[in-house]
């Protein structure tokens, strides 16, 4: 939260400093800098040096407003990121983005493709068109949009397209190809906690269960536990005969999460 907060003052603070200013015109008082959080105060003319420098401003603050949930102003952000400079392509992107959380597939589809028009190589709008296709039930659609990702030497989170992949692969039923994403997902960041529990499972169905117990614990110390790492800890434990740490997980299940599709599995008795 700090980060984000940091990133909206530098940005707006940006905005104000190398690109806008009072109007001459209109004599008054002067207007204090935004505080982080807030929309740019009326009262100031934009008068940047160049047009993708302003994007580049905007499309950071529609970021950071993403980042803490604030869809309007981070559409609104990214609005003004476009018009700024239309050929600026990381403004498509979270465009998209924004566009995917508020539930309008026609206009996130429609900033996806103009982004990836403009930089057909860029991993994240590749890595965030794949999983949106994903999202929307395209999933062979999805995969060459991840390898493009994947296939970029300068990009800097491989793990998070493995993953994404293997979670998109597992909606087909494709286990095999999937568990061998999260496997490569975790070899580069062992700490990836959208592979870790889904190559959890992928062990311990290969009845590999100390190593998916070690995964299962790693995942319930990065995050609270959820109802499905509680519930694969409870069969884990079962096979390993540990019947302490089986009623524990169990307990926890029960306390936690009692309404969940897993305990109602748990109660039935379908542990597999």
Known sequence: MMEIRRILLLASLFLLVSGCATDPAQP????????AGEQLPEGYIQVPADAKTRAKAHTELASAYYGIGNMGVALQEARTAVSADPSYAPAYNIQALVSMDLNDSVAAEASFQR???????????????????????????????????????????????????????????????????????????????????????????????????????????????SAEALWLA???????????????????????FPKSTEYQAFQRGEFD
């Open 115 to 225: 982004g990836l028009k403009l930089a057909p190589n860029d991993p994240d709008l590749n890595h965030n068109y794949g999983w949106f296709l994903c999202q929307t039930g395209r999933v062979q659609q999805a995969m060459p949009y991840f390898r493009n990702a994947l296939g970029n030497p300068l990009y800097t989170s491989p793990s998070r397209t493995y993953a994404a992949a293997g979670r998109c692969l597992l909606e087909i039923k494709d286990t095999k190809q999937a568990a061998d994403y999260f496997e490569r997902a975790l070899r580069l960041d062992p700490n990836n906690a959208n592979a870790m529990l889904p190559f959890a499972n992928a062990l311990y169905k290969r009845g590999q269960f100390e190593e998916a117990r070690e995964l299962v614990e790693r995942y319930n110390r990065s995050a609270p536990p």
């Open 28 to 35: 008054g008082p002067e207007k204090p800098a935004p505080v």
């Open 234 to 256: 409870v069969r884990i434990e079962r096979k390993l005969g540990n019947r302490v740490a089986e009623n524990s997980y169990a307990a926890q299940l029960r306390l936690r």
